[in-house]
């Protein structure tokens, strides 16, 4: 219920604050069109009288054929004042200007800078207009992709079909095994292994051997921890038959982010069996059999696991994952984490990239749609310090001449202990444009 609320929270001022920024933009450019004209009007209105000034019978003749000198275009009047100051000039030279004539003179020279400074407002209004309704498309365009996410709320890795067998009315056989299992020695250590895999869908080794000592109380480095896992992977003879087994197809070599690729496990048809029975409901979806659908290879989904892992740490609410975006020219744009910032409250969307080579037109298109839906606000997680600095490049390259903000950092450097000079965060690399 807590959830619910904050979420609720959350998107309600999301919309509140974008709706008061779009009728705030709205509001003001409405009121910048309406000083542009009528300082266009003024100043139409003061070339109609000096035109008048300069040649009343022309204004009566216009009068007469009922096309008054106010309908005529500023071009027309301004060259219709220069013909006639022209013809002023050229009486002047010969003889002494009145008094008169020189005083027409100064009001002409104030007239022409007022005008000359009308339309450089003018000009100015019409820049910021066009600043103006470019924020609101952006903001706008933000707000589509938050109202989208949040639509989509319940998180991928939730399964809604999860039930409790025991209100279900099935009834469970217990095989022999269970029971033998049930009494041995090593019971209370293995069990946990099932329970974390089964109540959490985590896949990677590490992350259950952490979540098992939390469980336990005992320090990470205790060996037990370890050797229960090891116990489940094979058919211990009389006791039970192997719980857990290692997903194939995951390269073993040493991963760029540093040491080797984790191990990645599920629970076997047999561990499901016990999860249930432990449990009395059905387990999670393992993690990684959920995400490699939706990512190029083992190696991108497993650094996705991992920067769930770390933002988890850091405070950050997750959203969702691989959650699909539809943008303005109706393609559509699957950002890798939606998270909850919690600094600012608000919802990003977050890209992680290995540092591996790709076509560099994709690239372009994929920050751009990134730049479209996160409001000009760029989160990418990358492998490693070569691969953030790359990512980097790619992001200036691509949108050149636009204002944004983008916040980097890579896996390598944050399990080294690094951490952004100014505020300690987790985002290494933060450069603001806006």
Not at 41 to 70: G, M
Not at 178 to 206: C, H, N, Y
Request: charged residues 25%; contains cysteine.
């Amino acid at each position: 219920m807590v959830d619910f609320t904050l979420e609720e929270f959350q998107r309600n001022q999301s919309i509140r604050i974008s709706r008061d920024i779009i009728g705030q933009s709205e509001e003001h450019e409405q009121k910048m069109q309406t000083n542009a004209q009528k300082s266009w009007e003024n100043a139409h209105k003061q070339l109609v009288a000096l035109l008048r000034f300069l040649d009343q019978d022309y204004d009566e003749s216009c009068e007469k054929a009922t096309r008054p000198l106010e309908s005529f275009s500023d071009d027309d009047l301004a060259y219709l004042i220069h013909v006639r100051l022209r013809a002023m000039q050229g009486n002047a030279s010969i003889k002494k200007m009145p008094d008169e004539a020189i005083q027409l003179k100064h009001s002409l020279k104030e007239l022409s800078q007022k005008y000359a400074d009308l339309e450089q407002t003018f000009l100015a209004a019409q820049d910021l207009n066009k600043k103006l309704l470019a924020e609101k498309s952006a903001l706008e365009a933000h707000l589509y992709a938050i109202r989208q996410i949040q639509k989509g709320s319940a998180l991928p890795n939730s399964d809604p079909q999860n039930f409790k067998v025991e209100d279900s009315g099935t009834v469970i056989p217990i095989p022999d095994w269970i029971r033998i299992w049930q009494s041995s020695k090593v019971f209370e250590k293995t069990s946990t292994v099932i329970l974390v895999m089964g109540d959490m869908g985590i896949a990677l080794r590490p992350s259950i051997l952490k979540m098992m000592a939390k469980r336990l109380s005992l320090p990470i480095e205790n060996h037990s921890l370890d050797e229960a896992v090891n116990r489940l992977l094979i058919d211990e003879e009389n006791v039970h038959p192997n719980l857990i087994e290692k997903i194939e197809g995951v390269p073993e070599q040493g991963s760029s982010s540093g040491g080797n690729n984790p191990d990645v496990l599920r629970l076997t048809k047999e561990g499901n069996l016990a999860y249930r029975v432990l449990a009395r409901q059905d387990p999670k979806q393992n993690e990684y059999d959920r995400l490699i659908r939706c990512h190029s290879s083992p190696e991108h989904t497993i650094l996705n696991i991992q920067v769930v892992e770390v933002l988890v740490e850091a405070g950050y609410l997750i959203k969702g994952q691989v959650q699909e975006i539809q943008i303005s020219d109706g393609s559509t744009f699957i950002p890798d984490i939606s998270a909850i910032d919690p600094t600012t409250g608000e919802l990003i969307f977050i890209e992680v990239e290995r540092d591996v080579h790709k076509d560099k037109m994709t690239r372009k298109q994929k920050w751009i749609n990134l730049f479209e839906v996160s409001n000009g606000n760029l989160y990418v997680f990358c492998d490693n310090l070569t691969g953030q600095r790359a990512i980097q490049g790619e992001i200036n390259l691509s949108l050149g001449g636009l204002r944004y903000n983008s916040f980097l950092t890579n896996l390598h450097g944050l399990r080294n202990g690094k951490r952004f000079e100014k505020d300690g965060g987790i985002w290494l690399s933060v450069r603001r444009g806006k």
